[in-house]
T-cell receptor
């Protein structure tokens, strides 16, 4: 990808379990964002973490950022079938220049 | 209104055709983007317009020609495409501030393009 890698590439869990996705990137960043994409259509923004932040929460989402390792993780707690989607991290390197990681396809089984 | 509207939703075109993809937003955003997404791949940045000026071209072939007629509209003109250009083309916009606070990008639903 233009930006880096995510792992795992695919993740299958049961409803109620937690899902963790990891993102690695290559360059220095201003912020890192996570997006969700259903069925190959538009992307929806989930959460933004700035380069001087280490952890951020939003509802069932928890994001961490380690700029020394150039990595981030997204944790979705108490997953639901409706969380089934592809998840992408995106780095914003120089304000308004978003590059996406390779993505994780999450399947939450009811 | 937090929508980015893309038309058409689907497009089939021959390799000798000329067509255009359109994108519109009314959020007052000053940055607009074109991304290309192949199946099972992440979106790849193609072009960025900032304050109606082309600020980034990620080495995109000249058969793709972007245009930003005004701050609400973004077009992508297509000419002499190849079958490998078949993909989902996504438009996005963001506030476009040149500094903090950072903001997210809003995406349209995309145009699924098939080149035959």
């Amino acid at each position: 990808s233009q930006q880096g890698e995510e792992d795992p590439q695919a993740l299958s869990i049961q409803e109620g379990e937690n899902a963790t996705m990891n993102c690695s990137y290559k360059t220095s960043i201003n912020n890192l964002q996570w997006y969700r994409q259903n069925s190959g259509r538009g992307l929806v923004h989930l959460i933004l973490i700035r380069s001087n932040e280490r952890e951020k929460h939003s509802g069932r989402l928890r994001v961490t950022l380690d700029t020394s390792k150039k990595s981030s993780s997204l944790l979705i707690t108490a997953s639901r079938a409706a969380d089934t989607a592809s998840y992408f991290c995106a780095t914003d390197r120089n304000f308004n220049k978003f590059y996406f990681g390779s993505g994780t396809k999450l399947n939450v089984k009811p | 209104d937090t929508e980015v509207t893309q038309t058409p939703k689907h497009l089939v075109m021959g390799m000798t055709n000329k067509k255009s993809l359109k994108c519109e937003q009314h959020m007052g955003h000053r940055a607009m983007y074109w991304y290309k997404q192949k199946a099972k791949k992440p979106p790849e940045l193609m072009f960025v317009y900032s304050y109606e000026k082309l600020s980034i071209n990620e080495s995109v072939p000249s058969r793709f020609s972007p245009e930003c007629p005004n701050s609400s509209l973004l077009n992508l003109h297509l000419h002499a495409l190849q079958p490998e250009d078949s993909a989902l083309y996504l438009c996005a916009s963001s506030q476009g501030l040149r500094g903090p606070p950072e903001t997210e990008a809003f995406f349209g639903q995309g145009t699924r393009l098939t080149v035959v």
